[in-house]
């Protein structure tokens, strides 16, 4: 358990708090003196004298405004609206304190986490709570019946809108926070000293800019109690090293099984510890796993195309698999972004007549349609991405800590204001949580493959038209894919929302399974079947019909986890059983352990020049790996752009 900041006032030696409390308020002039300097300095090299509005919040509240002031009646309306609200609950509360119980007028929402503490029982606290939802709930509805807002504004003012009420929330504040109150009078406020040093120490952490600490990182090494399923790195490229784990059955599935990632994040996700690990679960079903663990890019790979990702990724893995198992054919796992590579991957194979490379594939919460692209919509369109490029373009990168606060958004109560509250205002350290450590692991985005992506997919949204995009000179064309197709998606993914998911799933001509999870882009996947955490229920329906609500209505409804069901999927593509494989007992040697050093390479850990895989035995496989590419782009195999 990791040792609170908070300390009983009344149990301190006379004199000892005082020094205590010195010694806390000279370590924060100090920190103080040096952020502010450094916050200036990076904000001056960030924007110069450009307007930092990237995402254009300023303008699209403008718009609002205006829309609201045309209609003056609405806008009295809606005033009178919240007023009324108010009005009944203070006769509500009324009738709570004389002893009754009425009816809420508003409930918090479906895991709300923020008012659970017994003290906010206490019927003025109580009364604040409630009144700051009722004003919440008012806010957001009057918002929302604004007429006249283009899609992509009304998109902005409603996710922004929520993240200002989310910051007003009662919770964030010392003396609407009974918890927080409680605390700080026990301890005579050093619990607000701790805190503010605590945040002064994250500010200068990320060099001006709030990089909230949401765990204790020294809790966790990669390899001994997260990213612990055995395995070797057998190959690599300059972007991915690949990782063959050790089989845990004497038997195995003829055709192996390639994970792909996003490389937004770690891969690690689906190895946690071996009681959530997907990993580990696979290969106890008799499976050869293999996983892509992509490295971490910096300038040097600036120019990296989505081309590379491709020839370099999965393409040059299913190779890399060949020579390891002698199998030609695998099956496929595609995770978020890296679903979307998977199916462009499918895509190119279709193109060359080499469809039989893969025998079935699997796409876990990926998008592949973005008409529909759900809340990360909100920072993605024309303006903002000619915004990204000018800031991507001297470093030859997107910052990871970017990508991450971006994300850390889509659920600001939880990966926000909760360790606000907790670190600032109670002056606590946050406790080892493996998968906020994953969380924390952030990765960059090469400038040219990440605007080519954003451009191609979330603006043009060209990979589902029909020939939309080229890629390594082969034009895409997903319906003349006919591989065998699981799709798995989750009711409350933010991230891929799974009607849009589902509007990808009808973009290939193979059979199609669509099964629906639950929970959310995480939790919904990292779900097994046993235990605690096997606490969700999916959705099946044989029949993939035009609309995606249609489908649910009609579909049988499972309690449990849905690996059991893709368990049963996967078994009719594994083929015969053969004798299990260990890794190295092929034509690929091992390079070194699994995770490999590309996964332990952190950012918040690291020095931005020290180099993610050796020079020795990896980087010659890394060579060997180009020449193979660059061989095989010669005789016309891979065509390189």
Not at 225 to 241: C, I, Y
Not at 370 to 390: I, R, S, T
Not at 475 to 497: C, G, N, Q
């Given at each position: 358990m990791t040792k609170q900041n908070t300390t009983d006032a009344s149990s301190t030696p006379a004199g000892s708090g005082n020094e205590e409390i010195a010694r806390v308020l000279s370590e924060i002039a100090m920190r103080s003196d040096h952020i502010v300097k450094t916050h200036f300095a990076?904000?001056?090299?960030?924007?110069?004298?450009?307007?930092?509005?990237?995402?254009?919040?300023?303008?699209?509240?403008?718009?609002?405004?205006?829309?609201?002031?045309?209609?003056?009646?609405?806008?009295?309306?809606?005033?009178?609206?919240?007023?009324?609200?108010?009005?009944?609950?203070?006769?509500?509360?009324?009738n709570k304190l004389a002893g009754n119980e009425p009816q809420p007028l508003v409930k918090p929402a479906k895991g709300e986490n923020r008012f659970r503490h017994e003290l906010w029982d206490n019927w003025l606290f109580d009364y604040i709570k409630d009144a700051y939802l009722v004003a919440a709930q008012d806010v957001q509805n009057t918002v929302a019946e604004v007429d006249g807002l283009d899609k992509q504004t009304a998109r902005k003012v409603k996710f922004f809108t929520k993240q200002y009420i989310d910051a007003l929330s009662p919770s964030n504040f010392v003396l609407t926070n009974p918890q927080v109150l409680k605390a700080t009078i026990d301890s005579g406020g050093k619990n607000l000293l701790d805190g503010l040093n605590n945040m002064l120490q994250d500010v200068d952490r990320g060099k001006g800019q709030l990089a909230i600490k949401m765990t204790d990182n020294k809790a966790f090494k990669m390899g001994?109690?997260?990213?612990?399923?055995?395995?070797?790195?057998?190959?690599?490229?300059?972007?991915?090293?690949?990782?063959?784990?050790?089989?845990?059955?004497?038997?195995?599935y003829k055709t192996p099984l390639l994970i792909v990632p996003p490389w937004i994040n770690k891969y690690y996700i689906l190895d946690l510890r071996r009681s959530n690990s997907f990993i580990k679960w696979a290969v106890d079903q008799g499976i050869t796993v293999f996983?892509?663990?992509?490295?971490?890019?910096d300038e040097r790979l600036a120019a990296k195309t989505f081309d590379d990702y491709m020839t370099e990724g999965p393409l040059a893995a299913l190779d890399a698999i060949e020579k390891a198992t002698g199998e030609k054919s695998?099956?496929?796992?595609?995770?978020?972004?890296?679903?979307?590579?998977?199916?462009?991957?499918?895509?190119?194979?279709?193109?060359?007549?080499?469809s039989k490379r893969v025998k079935s594939t699997t796409f876990f919460t990926a998008?592949?349609?973005?008409?529909?692209?759900?809340?990360?919509?909100?920072?993605?369109?024309?303006?903002?991405?000619?915004?990204?490029?000018?800031?991507m373009k001297e470093r030859g990168y997107l910052e990871g800590s970017e990508m991450a606060t971006t994300f850390n958004l889509l659920r600001a109560n939880d990966l926000i204001w909760s360790f606000v509250v907790n670190n600032y205002l109670l002056g606590k350290e946050p406790l080892p949580f493996d998968l906020l450590y994953w969380n924390s692991d952030a990765t960059r985005m090469p400038a040219r493959m990440h605007t080519y992506y954003l451009r191609n997919m979330y603006i043009d949204n060209k990979l589902r038209e029909p020939c939309g995009i080229s890629l390594?000179?082969?034009?895409?064309?997903?319906?003349?894919?006919?591989?065998?197709?699981?799709?798995?998606?989750?009711?409350?993914?933010?991230?891929?929302?799974?009607?849009?998911?589902?509007?990808g799933a009808k973009l290939f001509n193979g059979p199609v399974r669509f099964v629906l999870g639950g929970s959310g882009h995480i939790a919904g996947i990292v779900n097994p079947p046993a235990g605690e955490k096997s606490k969700y229920w999916y959705w099946t329906n044989p029949e993939i019909v035009d609309d995606a609500e249609e489908w649910l209505n009609s579909a049988e409804k499972h309690p449990g986890s849905w690996w059991s069901d893709w368990a049963e999927w996967i078994g009719k593509h594994g083929g015969d059983k053969v004798p299990a494989r260990k890794p190295g007992d092929g034509k690929l040697k091992v390079i070194e352990d699994a995770p490999g050093s590309a996964a332990k390479f952190r950012l918040d850990a690291q020095a931005d020049s020290e180099p993610q895989m050796?020079?020795?035995?990896?980087?010659?496989?890394?060579?060997?790996?180009?020449?193979?590419?660059?061989?095989?782009?010669?005789?016309?195999?891979?065509?390189?752009?």
């Open positions: 990076e904000q001056a090299k960030k924007f110069g004298d450009e307007n930092p509005d990237e995402i254009g919040v300023g303008k699209a509240f403008t718009n609002l405004a205006t829309q609201m002031m045309s209609d003056p009646f609405k806008l009295a309306a809606a005033s009178m609206k919240m007023w009324q609200s108010q009005f009944e609950l203070w006769q509500a509360s009324m001994e109690n997260v990213a612990t399923t055995p395995g070797k790195v057998v190959f690599q490229t300059e972007l991915m090293q690949l990782i063959q784990y050790t089989p845990s059955t004497p038997d195995v996983v892509i663990s992509w490295v971490n890019p695998a099956n496929l796992i595609g995770y978020c972004l890296g679903g979307t590579l998977t199916a462009a991957t499918l895509g190119w194979l279709a193109a060359k007549k080499k998008l592949i349609d973005f008409e529909e692209p759900g809340e990360l919509g909100v920072f993605v369109d024309k303006d903002v991405l000619a915004n990204l490029e000018k800031r390594a000179d082969e034009a895409i064309d997903l319906s003349k894919v006919e591989t065998p197709i699981y799709f798995i998606s989750t009711l409350e993914d933010h991230i891929a929302p799974w009607k849009s998911t589902y509007a050796k020079k020795s035995a990896p980087a010659k496989a890394a060579r060997t790996g180009k020449k193979a590419l660059d061989a095989k782009a010669k005789s016309g195999k891979i065509t390189k752009t």
